[in-house]
């Protein structure tokens, strides 16, 4: 227990020698803000995911069979904007492969910018979906998800991969000390797993209390404050900034 709260504590607030600086925390709002963003496409935007690949690969399948209240085409459009932003997040992981923090600034501001969008189109229907508005928001916000998805993979932070769960949840068991195992970094997977669950609870709350909009309002103030911290601290001198070995 005591080696969990440590290794909890230290992804909150890292040491001043760790080797990933200020990037665990962050990383953990942006998992925050992938349970919000899954919230809205799933609750909101016709049983469709624009992070979790897997479920809309799975959810695709279920709709070609025949399946009610799926929709193939969305999954469709939802898994190839999602791969539109990991294209473009790769590409900026390449460029800006000298300096992770100004890559974590860039891609979150990117985000923002995508989310701003998707705010807009859902304030000028005052937050009813129509078709146009569902296949917009699924396509903005399955751009914003590729972009995160290809840094968070850049950045390299372990069991900080902002969206997957299922090898996380996997080694929690695996490797604990039950299994044999040493138990590697117990505190920061529960707080990845924690993150993403409130993110979804939250946004289903809203959801089912509030508009749309307050959903994605929401989303874009963590992206903003990620995007602002991520700058403040990526100073050029920064020794965790530089490209993992």
């Known amino acids: 227990m005591r080696a969990l709260l440590t290794d909890a504590a230290h992804t909150l607030v890292p040491p001043r020698d760790d080797r990933h600086g200020p ?42 069979a025949g399946a009610d209240g799926l929709s193939a085409s969305a999954s469709v459009v939802s898994m190839a904007a999602f791969l539109a932003g990991a294209l473009a997040g790769g590409r900026l992981g390449t460029r800006f492969a000298a300096h992770r923090g100004r890559l974590l600034a860039l891609t979150t ?15 000028v229907t005052h937050g009813r979906v129509t078709t146009p508005v569902q296949y917009t928001l699924i396509v903005l916000l399955g751009l914003a998800m590729g972009l995160q998805n290809a840094a968070a993979r850049r950045l390299g932070v372990p069991d900080l991969t902002t969206t997957v769960l299922t090898l996380t949840l996997t080694g929690l068991a695996a490797d604990s000390v039950p299994a044999g195992g040493a138990a590697p970094r117990p505190g920061r997977r529960i707080l990845s797993v924690l993150a993403i669950f409130l993110g979804a609870f939250t946004g289903a709350v809203l959801l089912a209390h509030a508009e749309l909009t307050l959903t994605l309002g929401l989303i874009l103030a963590a992206l903003v404050v990620t995007a602002l911290v991520a700058r403040h601290v990526s100073s050029p001198e920064a ?6 070995k």
């Open 109 to 123: 501001a990117l985000q923002a910018a995508l989310v701003t969008a998707a705010l807009v189109a859902a304030a």
């Open 23 to 64: 990037l665990p925390p962050l990383l953990l709002v942006l998992t925050v803000v992938t349970g919000l963003v899954d919230a809205v496409s799933y609750l909101a935007l016709g049983h469709v995911f624009v992070a979790n690949m897997t479920g809309n690969v799975v959810f695709l399948g279920f709709a070609l």
């Open 239 to 244: 020794s965790w900034a530089g490209p993992l």
